[in-house]
């Protein structure tokens, strides 16, 4: 409650953080993962990043069980598949793999000094699937559709975006994978996301100007700051932009992808990116995320209906989770990272 206060929060919001925590305890399937449809593992990844996020692993009281489970799910799909997908040939597996992996990652950070022998094999997954995302990195440093590893037109910022968090997760707890290094990678990351800021400080979806978002500007900084590189002018622009673009968080009101005002896609990424810059920044963006996000949850925890932003191969189950889980993430954004310095550099 200390952190929450000082950087801004209320305990609202760690009741609506644990109310929907218990929401989504609720949502679990039989088999440990979450949603339905073809992205169980992006929806059971997201999840877990919810739980951990709050500091609960698989021997907490409360959702420890939970928690187990959810990781048991992605490391038996890990141990099967190439990668961490029930869909291992899906063109989008470049989501579904970064998001289970980025949890896998924060999970073994957690779990990596617990004797859990049901998750003996999640150090084993882990390192296998960064190694898959290492190799999947193409030559411009971004992330592509299918994971194909070569300049071509399907490379874009979000996909490259869910990329970095998981590389960061893995370099954050000490992985070593065996098919190159995390911080060759981050950089080279970097430089791809350098070529897609606009002069006005949004970012591009694919790189070079082509097709310039509101909704990726978060993305992009927040991108940079986990690569080491949140002071870069990129970044700055970007950060300008959020500061003079974002007013407000509407729950309920509009949609796609130049929407400001309820875009949680777009509010995941720009909440953290302003917290790590901290300063007016982050005393700005609170203000217009904090109870916007307090408003929008109902009394049994879930989330209403809400621009999620970039959902549309996701079902109606799953399009919950998601929904639940940024908003969740967003609130719980107090406590995963200290306030920045005026440097923009993270520091969870």
Known sequence: MKRITENGGTPQCEEAVVKSLRWLKKQQNGNGSWGDGQFKASMTGITLLAYLAHCETPLSEEFGENVLKGISFLVDLGMKNPVISEQPGLKEICYDHAVATY?????????????????SNLERVVVKAVDRILDAQCPNGGWAYSYNNRINPNIDLSVTGWNVQALKAAEHGGVKPTKGEIRTALRKAAMYCRKNVMPDGKFSYKENGESPRSSLVGVGVLSLQMTGNGSDSAARKGLDWIKNNVKTLEWGKGSGTENVKSNLYMHYYCVQAAMNRGGDVWTSYNRAFRDAVLG??????SFSNNDTGYAECLSGKSKNIYRQCLATLMLETYYRFLPGTGEGTKNS
């Open 296 to 301: 929008g949850q109902k009394p049994d925890g």
């Open 103 to 119: 949890a896998l990652c924060e999970a073994y950070t957690f779990c990596k000094q617990m004797d859990i022998p049901s998750i």
